[in-house]
């Protein structure tokens, strides 16, 4: 290994540290961050992008940087952007530094923004893309996936008793998690940047589908709530309230409904909390990414199954998941086992 590409692969590390800073927003733009190395290896200057209509990583390194840009290698996580969106292209803005070589990470799988790469080999600089690339497009999953998919990741949530109900017979379902279940679910909602469910659910169980603290309070920028399903409702329900916009899209194909998150509402990461009918549809529908089951130790014995009919008749048919993760949540008496898991493929 030479010594310069040593430097570039500990300056790509240090800039992919960059860009997971405490505070930065995950939605909606990715996480990115960037190092300008001197022509002696060292660091004249670094920066990552803070937000939404902030500048971008690069043009905050370029800042520190100054005049020692000139003949500088800039090393990004993401290929520097080529269009006039809530800022200029960092292409352009390179370029006009006399940079004279780009490390990048990830490609940017945004069309809006793609084409960096070419305008700067165009320019006459040097670059060189997939440094740990893998890494970086873990760093913005869900905003990566989206745009490489043409629609949100979608996180199913659900919570169980033991025997798969997750309401009792008469309908009851409140509560079948225990409260460190809920909590920990409060987390998990505040990393997706939509929260989803059917027309039945808000007629229901009149969910608030906020992200809360341990007062019950809404904390943190909340999620776009989202009801699908063509049915009117009453306005009356918690999900109206002033505590986070919402959105209902009269529609039942969730296919539809996550091409109209990602197209008009740019939404990368839906959190699908919807009854036992939404789910089916969505998993019948292959549209499902992530499971997460909350299970509690509690019979039921009858009740509502946690999913609707899938259409599956045989067990040769069945949907297989692959387990990425098992985590007992809370303790004694408030201990329920949460389950990650992954659809197989093909
Ligand atoms: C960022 N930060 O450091 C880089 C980005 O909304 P805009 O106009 O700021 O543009 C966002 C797009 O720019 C984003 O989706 C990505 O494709 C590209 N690069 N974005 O927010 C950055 N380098
Ligand atoms: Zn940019």
Request: aromatic content about 4%.
């Amino acid at each position: 290994m030479t010594e310069s590409f040593t430097r570039e692969y500990d300056a790509m590390r240090r800039a992919l540290a960059l860009a997971v800073t405490p505070g930065v927003p995950l939605h909606p733009n990715p996480r990115v961050g960037c190092v300008l190395l001197g022509p002696d290896g060292s660091i004249v200057g670094e920066g990552y992008h803070h937000g939404a209509g902030t500048p971008h990583a690069e043009v905050e390194a370029l800042k520190v940087a100054g005049e020692l840009a000139r003949g500088a290698t800039a090393v990004v996580t993401l290929e520097p952007c080529n269009h006039t969106g809530r800022t200029g292209p960092c292409s352009r803005a390179l370029i006009a530094a006399g940079v004279a070589r780009v490390v990048i990470a990830q490609r940017d799988p945004n069309p809006q923004a793609a084409g960096g790469m070419e305008t700067l080999l165009e320019a006459g600089i040097e670059v060189d893309a997939g440094l740990l690339a893998d890494e970086a497009a873990e760093v913005n999953r869900s905003w990566t996936f989206a745009h490489r998919n043409g629609r949100p990741f979608v996180t199913w949530k659900f919570a169980t008793t033991l025997d798969g109900r997750s309401a009792a017979a008469d309908g009851t379902s409140r509560w079948v998690s225990s409260p460190a279940a809920r909590r920990d679910t409060h987390l998990l909602r505040g990393l997706c940047d939509t929260m989803l469910v059917g027309t039945n659910t808000v007629e229901v169980d009149d969910p608030q589908l906020t992200v809360r603290g341990d007062d019950d309070q809404p904390v943190g920028e909340q999620p776009l709530r989202v009801v699908m399903g063509e049915r009117d409702l009453p306005e009356d329900r918690r999900v109206f309230d002033d505590a986070a916009p919402t959105v209902h899209l009269r529609t039942q194909d969730p296919a539809e409904a996550l091409r109209t998150l990602y197209a008009d509402h740019d939404r990368h990461h839906v959190f699908l909390e919807g009854g036992p009918t939404l789910a089916a549809a969505f998993l019948q529908a292959g549209l499902v990414d992530e499971v997460v089951a909350y299970v509690a130790p509690m019979l039921l014995g009858s009740g509502r199954s946690a999913v609707g009919d899938l259409g599956i008749g045989t067990i040769a048919d069945a949907l297989h998941l692959r387990l990425v993760d098992t985590t007992v949540v809370g303790e004694g008496a408030e201990a329920n086992v949460r389950m990650i898991m992954r659809p197989t493929k093909g």
